[in-house]
């Protein structure tokens, strides 16, 4: 095992492993690392509002799409945030030296089938001793409105290890969910859609779940949000406030739909949205 991860930490320096399917990254003593768990196309399809010459000013030509889940090793905890569908994450937790039984805490910022396929098969948990977390706003959304049975199949074998909060807001006064994790409310994406401010030793990261789909062009247009967003309003005012609080406290951030290294700062271009810096550059 140590001879193992000695060989992966020695290829983190650089930021990535050989198939660029795994990126690293130290906040404060708690290792975080980028999971990739799909990758191909982008659709510019999903965009709500955005015409003709939105995309061509912004998009570029066969723009990729990206899926992603961040496990957190933090001070003899392991921590995953969102599950992607079950599939290759559990190929990169491997070559980390993770099994699924290693797994203390499963944080999810939504109930969407590609941030939760990866908690349960067969009616069993994937995560055997893992207690799982949700916005009880997102969990009282799905359960009272049945239209997601898969979130609540997902759920259903972690029984009593369900642990629900409500997420507080951005600059706030918040609760530690566990020791160096918060729960920040940024709905619209669905009614419960939480981020995840990760702090140690000074430094903070913040993990976005669903804020925003295709980078290219709701960095520079936050006004913009997609056909999968429950309230393509509310998502945008999300999106706006948390790119604004990020850029004002310099912290870095991190997203399911951004792409490879998915790790990066935000600040504002002068035109009412914001520039990406990703992690490397």
Do not use: C
Not at 69 to 97: I, Y
Not at 202 to 211: M, P, Q, R
């Amino acid at each position: 095992m140590k001879k193992i991860m000695a060989i992966l930490m020695g290829l983190a320096a650089t930021g990535a492993y050989g198939a660029e399917d795994v990126f690293y990254r130290k906040v404060g003593s708690f290792e975080l690392y980028m999971l990739v768990e799909t990758r191909g196309p982008g659709r510019d399809q999903i965009l709500i509002g955005a015409g003709d010459e939105l995309k061509r000013r912004y998009l570029p030509r066969n723009f990729q799409s990206e899926l992603n889940t961040f496990l957190v090793k933090a001070a003899g905890r392991v921590v995953l945030v969102d599950t992607g569908f079950g599939g290759a994450v559990f190929e990169s937790m491997n070559k980390l030296g993770v099994r699924p039984g290693d797994v203390d805490a499963v944080l999810l910022t939504h109930m969407h089938g590609d941030h939760i396929g990866g908690l349960a098969r067969d009616g069993k948990a994937l995560f055997p001793k893992a207690l799982v977390y949700v916005a009880e706003q997102e969990r009282e959304f799905w359960t009272k409105t049945r239209v997601n049975q898969g979130a609540l199949a997902a759920l259903a074998p972690y029984g009593d290890r369900v642990r629900t909060f409500k997420p507080g807001k951005a600059g706030g006064a918040i609760e530690e969910l566990l020791p160096g994790f918060t729960a920040i409310a940024a709905f619209g994406h669905t009614p419960g859609h939480t981020v995840f401010l990760i702090q140690n030793g000074g430094a903070k990261l913040l993990v976005w779940g669903d804020l925003m789909h295709v980078q290219d062009i709701q960095f520079p247009r936050p006004d913009i949000s997609v056909t999968y967003d429950t309230d393509p309003l509310m998502a945008a005012e999300s999106r706006k406030l948390i790119l604004e609080y990020l850029a004002r406290n310099g912290i870095p951030a991190a997203g399911m739909h951004l792409i490879y290294p998915a790790i990066g700062t935000v600040s504002p271009d002068g035109k009412g949205g914001y520039t990406w810096v990703p992690a490397g550059n």
